[in-house]
T-cell receptor, first 112, second 115 residues
Framework: DTAVSQTPKYLVTQMGNDKSIKCEQN?????MYWYKQDSKKFLKIMFS???????INETVPNRFSPKSPDKAHLNLHINSLELGDSAVYFC???????????FGPGTRLTVL | KQEVTQIPAALSVPEGENLVLNCSFT??????LQWFRQDPGKGLTSLLL?????REQTSGRLNASLDKSSGRSTLYIAASQPGDSATYLC??????????????FGQGTTLQVKP
């Protein structure tokens, strides 16, 4: 009964490839997010989805595209991977801005 | 521009000590502030959420305070245990962010509690 799950946990790939990370939440939350944690451990928001609508896109390259087939899922597609994309990507969800957040376990992406 | 700073960056204490982690933010216009715990290689777990109208929240051995006007929050851990070893992150939700996910995170304090 995991609240927010992500797959895969680890992803190692070559530069230039296209990859996807999947995220699912079983909490019935309305909003889902993708965050990136860099090597210095800073967490920065990438995308926010509310009821399948993109709310914000914080200066993220258009090689990154979130896709939400339904309210419980928010997948992250990355095209033409670059070395600088190596990081840990976290999916999260919340019911609304007054409630606590729930984070997934993270996906460690390594681009060679 | 909202910035969140956590001091110290790392902390090592013997088991049983009471300790305080600090978080400061530059803009007092926030909806709320959350403290998270991150274990190595794991996701974040929300520990305490303080709304802007609140002064503190408690959960077990944890107590978080919020002084919005001065832009400060503290996380107090009583009777620390080795299992408390982790990185502790604070994050604020700026006003004007609506129902977006714009949490602004600090860099975290990595805590080690030695047996």
């Amino acid at each position: 009964d995991t609240a927010v799950s992500q797959t895969p946990k680890y992803l190692v790939t070559q530069m230039g490839n296209d990859k996807s990370i999947k995220c699912e939440q079983n909490l019935g939350h309305d909003t889902m997010y993708w965050y990136k944690q860099d090597s210095k451990k800073f967490l920065k928001i990438m995308f926010s989805y509310n009821n399948k609508e993109l709310i914000i896109n914080e200066t993220v390259p258009n090689r990154f595209s979130p896709k939400s087939p339904d309210k419980a899922h928010l997948n992250l597609h990355i095209n033409s991977l670059e070395l600088g994309d190596s990081a840990v990507y976290f999916c999260a969800s919340s019911q609304d801005y007054t409630r606590a957040w729930h984070f997934g376990p993270g996906t460690r992406l390594t681009v060679l | 521009k909202q910035e969140v700073t956590q001091i110290p960056a790392a902390l090592s204490v013997p088991e049983g000590e009471n300790l305080v982690l600090n978080c400061s933010f530059t803009d007092s216009a926030i909806y709320n502030l959350q403290w998270f715990r991150q274990d190595p290689g794991k996701g974040l777990t929300s520990l305490l959420l303080i709304q802007s109208s609140q002064r503190e929240q408690t959960s077990g051995r944890l107590n978080a305070s919020l002084d919005k006007s001065s832009g400060r929050s503290t996380l107090y851990i009583a009777a620390s245990q080795p299992g408390d070893s982790a990185t502790y992150l604070c994050a604020v939700r700026p006003q004007g962010s609506g129902n977006t996910g714009k949490l602004i995170f600090g860099q975290g304090t990595t805590l080690q509690v030695k047996p």
